[in-house]
């Protein structure tokens, strides 16, 4: 048995620990690999922290591509192979004519929760544009979202499986900057980072639309530091890298933008 009290002791996402907790027990009983639901970037990131002193087990998150946001976990005993393909995804396509009624992520997520699928079963989505969306799912709810999922906004779609090849992902592209600083603020470095002036970027952070280490931030205050991560949906990644004094005692600030 796993020291359960000890991996929960001040969990944040204590429900989601739980869930791969058992999971891991029954990795455990079983010595066959088990798959969670789809995880968020900060759930992901506490189990990592919380299941890293466990030898025992060993984890592997997948999400269909490399930059995505939403994984499923798959779990196993450390003595077995294990391999982001064991990580069972399934893409669907949800095609229609968007053309005069655009849809964003939100109302491609509000539609396929309406048919009554939790948010678990749901990895990233990416729309395109006027001729749709592709969503990552888990298997089990495909065949009834390709029966279900007939419309979104007020566009007639099409739902079907297709080939995990077949998705549209654009391959990240990073810029490397450096930037100096009066301060170390979040609209300070994001600002720079993104390209975008202090004003807006305190807009986009007053509104929620600015993530750190993938939690929403909503004071442009907000101090960061190297190793961490700025991201804003539609906008990208920066990565806070190594930050060093001047003689003028500002601070300089070397920064990876992905997007």
């Known amino acids: 048995m796993l ?15 739980v869930r791969l907790i058992d999971l891991a027990e029954q990795a455990l009983k079983t010595w066959e690999p088990v798959t969670s ?20 087990i060993q984890l592997v998150a997948w999400g269909g591509y490399p930059q995505a946001e939403r994984q499923r976990v798959v779990v196993a005993r450390s003595e077995l192979p294990l391999t982001s393909e064991q990580v069972a995804l399934t893409v669907l396509a949800i095609a229609g004519n968007f053309l005069f009624d655009t849809a964003s992520h939100q109302d491609f997520l509000g539609a396929i929760l309406s048919t009554g699928i939790v948010r678990e079963k749901v ?4 729309v395109l544009g006027e001729r749709g969306a592709q ?22 779609v099409k739902t079907q499986v297709i080939a995990l090849d077949e998705l549209k992902v654009s391959a990240p592209r990073q810029k490397e900057l450096t930037t100096v600083e009066a301060s170390l603020r979040l609209d300070a470095i994001a600002s720079a980072g993104f390209g975008l002036s202090r004003s807006k970027m305190t807009e986009l ?7 750190v280490n993938w939690k929403t931030v909503t004071q ?8 961490d ?24 600030v070397q920064l990876s933008r992905f997007y």
């Open 135 to 156: 969503a990552i799912v888990a298997p089990d709810i495909a065949t009834f979202l390709e029966l279900n999922l007939t419309q979104v906004r007020s566009v007639p």
């Open 205 to 211: 952070i007053a509104a929620g639309e600015v993530r």
């Open 3 to 17: 020291p359960r009290e000890n991996l929960l002791k001040g969990a944040e996402h204590r429900e989601t620990l």
């Open 220 to 227: 442009a205050s907000t101090p960061l530091k190297s190793g």
């Open 123 to 126: 990895g990233d989505i990416l």
């Open 37 to 56: 639901d789809f995880l968020s970037p900060p759930e992901w990131m506490e189990v990592q922290q919380r299941f890293c002193g466990l030898t025992e």
């Open 229 to 252: 991560l700025v991201a804003i949906r539609g906008k990208g990644r920066l990565t806070v890298g190594e930050i060093a004094v001047t003689k003028k005692a500002r601070y300089r």
